[in-house]
């Protein structure tokens, strides 16, 4: 009875310190995971210390260049749209038609250019049309070499009069009478002058008059008196005219 | 001293605090939570130990004080000389040896008298959950156990016979 009671006693031990073991080894597995769990902690409040400045920014830089590659890839080209290409070049088919017609009205002898720009603008892509500085130079050549005298004056009288604009002009290139001497030293200024006479509508319709320019020696438009030391009078009414 | 370094020696340390906690508190369950609040301790002043003998000094120091605080929690009315416990030396036990003596004797068990033993008190599951797991009858479980009991007595007859 006694070997009996001893012997369980001993299985009892045996089967306790099986137990403890169990237990013992659950505790451990709750320390590992508690201090992995103090780690991650530790993790999670000391390194955003070092990042918690550049983290933002990062944030705000990768979202700006993502809205300017957006804006890139969805931003409309003249490759894209052909409607704008074709706008454009019948915005420049109308820039060079206006240049021509100046280039008429500046330079009256010269008309064939005006049939070579307007090829050019039916030929060439959309690109901005610089002014047709090529025709002006032969002019300002032909203007310098003899400054003194009024060659545009001289050869549009000799042309006779037809139904063309330039004939408009220069049939309006006539010195005007109360030119002064200085005018006639710039023959340059004075086709402009003439040109600035000229007015549109006068063109459109042969019966248009010229109103004759009031005689207002030492007044002004208003009726005031006239500042002797001023000269531009005359000029400021011909603006009022336009 | 690094996470790893730390984890191994608390690791290592951990039946000696549960023995101490114990030997003070009385409790299995407050002893285990007290060393769980001397490993956040420890934790904390993780930077100033350098060694694993600071380590474990300081360990149970720590869960003395800890294990005294918790009987003074549950048992305010119970005068406690807290000099002379600090003094004393954790219990000296020999369950490595007991563990290491009893599992070879179980591992010799047939398969399915092993898997019930080991079940039962080193993963502490119940006799249902062992049925779960196992498959076996309630009956069956017990017989299968009856028969390991009897196995490991010889076991041990055995063992005593053979030593010195």
């Not at chain 1, 403890?20 to 451990?28: I, M, S, V, W, Y």
């Not at chain 1, 400045?53 to 944030?59: D, G």
């Given at each position: 009875m006694k070997e009996e009671k001893e012997r369980n006693d001993d299985l009892k031990q045996l089967l306790d310190a099986l137990e403890e073991h169990g237990r013992n080894a659950k505790r451990q597995q709750q320390l590992s995971d508690l201090i992995d769990q103090l780690a991650a902690q530790e993790k999670t409040v000391e390194v955003p210390r070092n990042r918690r400045k550049l983290v933002p920014l990062w944030w705000a830089m990768g979202a700006a260049a993502a809205c300017l590659l957006l804006w890139l890839l969805a931003k409309p080209t003249t490759k894209q749209i052909p409607e704008m290409e074709e706008k454009n070049l019948v915005e420049v088919e109308k820039v060079e038609a206006t240049d021509s017609i100046k280039i008429e009205e500046k330079d009256?002898?010269?008309?064939k250019p005006v049939v070579k720009e307007e090829l050019l603008a039916e030929e060439m892509p959309a690109i901005p049309q610089k002014t047709p500085t090529m025709v002006r130079k032969p002019k300002m050549k032909v203007v310098e070499e003899k400054p003194e005298e009024p060659i545009l004056a001289e050869v549009i009288l000799t042309e006779p009069a037809k139904s063309t604009d330039t004939e408009n002009i220069g049939s309006n290139?006539?010195?005007?009478?109360?030119?002064?001497p200085a005018d006639n030293q710039k023959p340059q200024r004075r086709v402009i002058r003439s040109l600035n006479l000229v007015c549109y509508e006068c063109q459109k319709d042969p019966e248009y008059e010229f109103a004759t320019k009031p005689n207002m020696d030492n007044k002004t438009l208003f009726g005031q008196p006239q500042d002797?030391?001023?000269?531009?009078g005359s000029l400021a009414f011909e603006l009022k005219l336009h | 001293m690094t996470i790893e370094e730390f984890k191994r020696d608390i690791l290592r340390l951990q039946p000696l605090m549960q023995r101490t906690a114990e030997h003070i508190i009385g409790n299995p369950d407050s002893a285990a939570d007290a060393v769980q609040e001397t490993v956040i301790a420890l934790w904390k002043q993780r930077a100033t130990i350098k060694e694993s003998k600071d380590l474990e000094r300081l360990s149970l120091t720590i869960v003395k004080r800890r294990s005294i605080d918790q009987v003074r929690k549950e048992k305010p009315l119970l005068s406690i000389d807290a000099e002379s416990l600090m003094l004393t030396e954790p219990p000296q036990d020999d369950l490595e040896e007991r563990y290491q003596l009893a599992r070879k004797l179980v591992d010799q068990l047939p398969k399915r008298q092993r898997d019930a033993i080991l079940m039962k008190y080193?993963?502490?599951?119940?006799n249902e959950e062992i049925e779960k797991a196992t498959g076996m009858s309630r009956t069956h479980l017990y017989a299968t156990l009856s028969r390991a009991y009897s196995t490991l007595r010889n076991a041990i007859e055995q063992h005593k016979n053979e030593l010195p």
């Amino acid at each position: 009875m006694k070997e009996e009671k001893e012997r369980n006693d001993d299985l009892k031990q045996l089967l306790d310190a099986l137990e403890e073991h169990g237990r013992n080894a659950k505790r451990q597995q709750q320390l590992s995971d508690l201090i992995d769990q103090l780690a991650a902690q530790e993790k999670t409040v000391e390194v955003p210390r070092n990042r918690r400045k550049l983290v933002p920014l990062w944030w705000a830089m990768g979202a700006a260049a993502a809205c300017l590659l957006l804006w890139l890839l969805a931003k409309p080209t003249t490759k894209q749209i052909p409607e704008m290409e074709e706008k454009n070049l019948v915005e420049v088919e109308k820039v060079e038609a206006t240049d021509s017609i100046k280039i008429e009205e500046k330079d009256v002898v010269i008309v064939k250019p005006v049939v070579k720009e307007e090829l050019l603008a039916e030929e060439m892509p959309a690109i901005p049309q610089k002014t047709p500085t090529m025709v002006r130079k032969p002019k300002m050549k032909v203007v310098e070499e003899k400054p003194e005298e009024p060659i545009l004056a001289e050869v549009i009288l000799t042309e006779p009069a037809k139904s063309t604009d330039t004939e408009n002009i220069g049939s309006n290139t006539i010195p005007a009478v109360n030119e002064t001497p200085a005018d006639n030293q710039k023959p340059q200024r004075r086709v402009i002058r003439s040109l600035n006479l000229v007015c549109y509508e006068c063109q459109k319709d042969p019966e248009y008059e010229f109103a004759t320019k009031p005689n207002m020696d030492n007044k002004t438009l208003f009726g005031q008196p006239q500042d002797p030391n001023m000269k531009n009078g005359s000029l400021a009414f011909e603006l009022k005219l336009h | 001293m690094t996470i790893e370094e730390f984890k191994r020696d608390i690791l290592r340390l951990q039946p000696l605090m549960q023995r101490t906690a114990e030997h003070i508190i009385g409790n299995p369950d407050s002893a285990a939570d007290a060393v769980q609040e001397t490993v956040i301790a420890l934790w904390k002043q993780r930077a100033t130990i350098k060694e694993s003998k600071d380590l474990e000094r300081l360990s149970l120091t720590i869960v003395k004080r800890r294990s005294i605080d918790q009987v003074r929690k549950e048992k305010p009315l119970l005068s406690i000389d807290a000099e002379s416990l600090m003094l004393t030396e954790p219990p000296q036990d020999d369950l490595e040896e007991r563990y290491q003596l009893a599992r070879k004797l179980v591992d010799q068990l047939p398969k399915r008298q092993r898997d019930a033993i080991l079940m039962k008190y080193e993963d502490g599951l119940s006799n249902e959950e062992i049925e779960k797991a196992t498959g076996m009858s309630r009956t069956h479980l017990y017989a299968t156990l009856s028969r390991a009991y009897s196995t490991l007595r010889n076991a041990i007859e055995q063992h005593k016979n053979e030593l010195p």
